[in-house]
């Protein structure tokens, strides 16, 4: 059996996109939320297995990892996130790059030499990385409008990955997946397909709920942000910490959404100038992890927010 297991996140989808447009598989799909990253704990992989794993985190899926190794099977491993370390055995093959410039829709896109550059371009959109976008859009023949629609689906997308639970989204990504699949290109998807039209208009209004707030922490380098207990706020958590990080890109940001046991899910993004520090933060703390320019926290206890505001301040400076 061949498994596809990917973040439900843009820069999953975008990889899972290019590699499948490339190369077709019938295989089982298997993602969630963004912060559903335990993903290889879902399956039962035997010998003679094929596993593709992209954008998932390999330091918080070793024991999934080793049990499917172990088992027979063999693994295509692409990440961006801190990898812990790699086993070394004939079944995985790997690539994995944590330069904070690096996404995994980027890495597949050099792996398949370019063959489905938009979907590359509107991965790298939606994980924030918008430099390393137009540097990849050089080779696509499109207009600057074209680009700007390019970059709006990728941030929808990842826009879409974001809350708890797949009841809190507008579409559950493995749907989205096979939505996007079918459009001819990522700008016909754009120009023709009522889904997008979904996406970008949850998004809109979602992303106007959160004008207008004000840090509960500010310094001179940082800065936190609280969201509240509901679903557009679960939403918008990640990319309305990606539009604070480029309003300021000297700054740090944490954004804190409350949950419902009180404590909070956190995003967290490293000055756009200085894309370091992020997944060291977090994972100081329990259910925390990431790379170096963006991170976050799955469950932060309410009364270890403290300690977390002072660690987000001694990691950036006040």
Not at 161 to 172: A, N
Not at 235 to 254: E, K, M, T
Request: proline share 5%; hydrophobic share 40%; charged share 20%.
């Amino acid at each position: 059996m061949d498994y596809d297991i990917f973040n439900g996140d843009a820069d999953g989808i975008c990889a899972l996109l290019q590699l499948r447009k490339a190369e077709p598989r019938d295989s089982t799909l298997v993602t969630g939320v963004k912060r559903d990253i335990n993903l290889m704990g879902k399956i039962h992989a035997e010998r003679g297995d094929k596993l593709t794993v992209l954008d998932v985190s390999m330091d918080k899926n070793k024991s999934g990892l080793e049990k499917a190794l172990t088992a027979g099977a063999s693994v295509f491993y692409v990440d961006h996130h801190f990898p812990g370390e790699i086993p070394q055995h004939p079944g995985l093959e790997t690539i994995i790059n944590e330069a904070p410039d690096v996404c995994t829709a980027a890495l597949v896109n050099g792996y398949l030499q370019g063959s489905h550059l938009d979907w590359a371009v509107t991965g790298s959109f939606g994980d924030n990385l918008k430099e390393t976008a137009r540097t990849l859009a050089k080779n696509l023949n499109v207009s600057a409008s074209d680009l700007d629609s390019l970059e709006q689906l990728g941030v929808c997308i990842n826009y879409n990955g974001y809350g708890p639970s797949i009841e809190d989204l507008h579409f559950d990504p493995e749907d989205l997946y096979q939505r996007l699949y079918a459009a001819p290109s990522a700008l016909e998807f754009v120009s023709a397909s009522p889904d997008f039209a979904r996406l970008s208009e949850g998004y809109a209004s979602d992303m106007a709920m959160a004008q207008g707030l004000q840090p509960s922490h500010e310094g001179t380098r940082t800065a936190v942000f609280q969201l509240p207990n509901e679903a557009w706020a679960r939403r918008v958590s990640g990319v309305y910490s990606n539009d604070l990080a480029i309003a300021n890109p000297d700054r740090a940001h944490a954004v804190l959404t409350c949950k419902t046991d009180g404590g909070y899910l956190v995003s967290v993004r490293a000055p756009l100038n200085n894309k370091q520090g992020a997944a060291q933060l977090c994972m100081q703390f329990p259910t925390g992890g990431g790379r170096a320019a963006a991170a976050g926290i799955n469950d932060l206890p309410a009364d270890r927010l403290d300690d977390f505001v002072e660690a987000f301040s001694v990691t950036y400076g006040n």
